[in-house]
């Protein structure tokens, strides 16, 4: 069993599946793809995210040897290694999977808009809905907590204009029982919410972003179709900076640093360079970490081809002038002067922090925690768990970029399918 189907989750399950190994694949999203789903482009090579991870959700989907179960949870673990006993918790969909055909037509006529969590609440979507264009499986979900059938008993507007008659909403949720040989946790991280450091402004002050609403901004599938404006007058930026370390190594909120911030600020300002080359992007910084192959030349090269200026400086706060542009005050590291230029929008880079669940998680599973709350691997064993059978990868564990999140997907279901080996 692989339990999280982002791009760790897929390259995990795909490695056994071309074994001839049999891989159960528990998603609680409506779709697959995780975080990956909602990037525009991925570092060092600047290609398009969906472009590479489109071909994985096909083959995970296909695959014989792979059987997804999403909108589905964990509930229980019991057991040993080599043979475990899941119960997992499949929620309702409200729509047929095997009758639709994802032709929209219920979107259209679905009156309730509900904040869409995927586009992180930049726009609306509907109550019944698919969580990106190109989301496998290919099928909608309909939004219990915000359909006007479930909460007011009224509507039901999908069920007629649904020729194929795919909407259903006597399903209910149901649990099913797996016996399991080995067990991949590959669930993920969540976004750090810098609310709290008041002085940086965001939630206060409008064309203050994070860096993953910065992301949907800017992606062609986005809410803004691409073209980048800021959002309190829509106005094209042509100052741009991006603060980093927003939450990580600080002890008052994440001591570790996340490891990529360094690499992904340096991508959003050469994508943001590459859709206006009118813009100009500074990116202030404590310490640049650029650890993997090829990454100091692609910091180099926004630098030289991409109007990229690094600031080493420690940013004590930000505020708007009378027009929402925002000012940034902070203390220049080399010639220790205060200085506050001026920006039309200010990108927080904020850290990798763990799933909200992950403790409760952990209780299920019956493995152990950091002191961060990431799930705590052994030291010269990084993929194994503090209990046999169950291993771990990607951010789960700790954080790191997609192409260390696949290496380590697949160290980890190496160590899996020994264990099925030998079952």
Known sequence: MVVGAGIAGIQASLDLAERGIKVELVEKNACIGGRMAQLDKTFPTNDCSICILAPKLAECSRHPNITLHVLSEVQSVEGSAGNFTVKVLKHARYVKEDECINCGICVEKCPMRVEDDFDMQLRKRRAIYID??????????????????????????????CE??????????????LN???????????????????????????NVVTSLEFERMISASGPLGGHLTRPFDQKEPKNLAFINCVGSRDIKNNPYCSS????????????????????RTSIFYIDLRAGGKGFRD???????????TYIKGKVAKILQDEQRNPIVFYEDTDT???KQPKFDLVVLATSMVPKKDAVRMSEIL?????????????????????????????????????????VDASGAAAKAAEIVMRV
């Open 164 to 177: 194929r008659e795919a909407i259903d909403f006597e399903q209910e949720d149901k649990e099913i029982e």
């Open 260 to 279: 990529c911030c360094c690499m992904y600020t340096t991508k959003e300002a050469m994508i943001a360079y590459e859709h206006n080359s009118n813009i």
């Open 366 to 406: 019956g493995i152990n925690v950091d002191d961060c709350n990431f799930f705590k691997s052994m030291t010269y064993h990084p993929q194994k768990s503090s209990k046999e059978g169950i291993f771990l990868c990607g951010t789960c564990r700790a954080p790191m970029d997609i192409p260390n999140s696949v």
């Open 132 to 161: 990106y264009v190109q989301g496998v499986p290919a099928i909608m979900s309909i939004d219990k907590e915000k359909c006007l059938w479930f909460t007011k008993s009224a509507c039901r507007i999908c069920e007629k204009v």
């Open 298 to 308: 692609y910091i180099q090269r926004g630098c030289d081809d991409y109007a990229i």
């Open 180 to 206: 399991i040989a080995s067990i991949i946790v590959a669930t993920g991280y969540d976004v750090f919410d810098p609310t709290a450091i008041s002085y940086l402004g965001y939630g206060r002050l409008p």
């Open 336 to 338: 220790f002067e205060v």
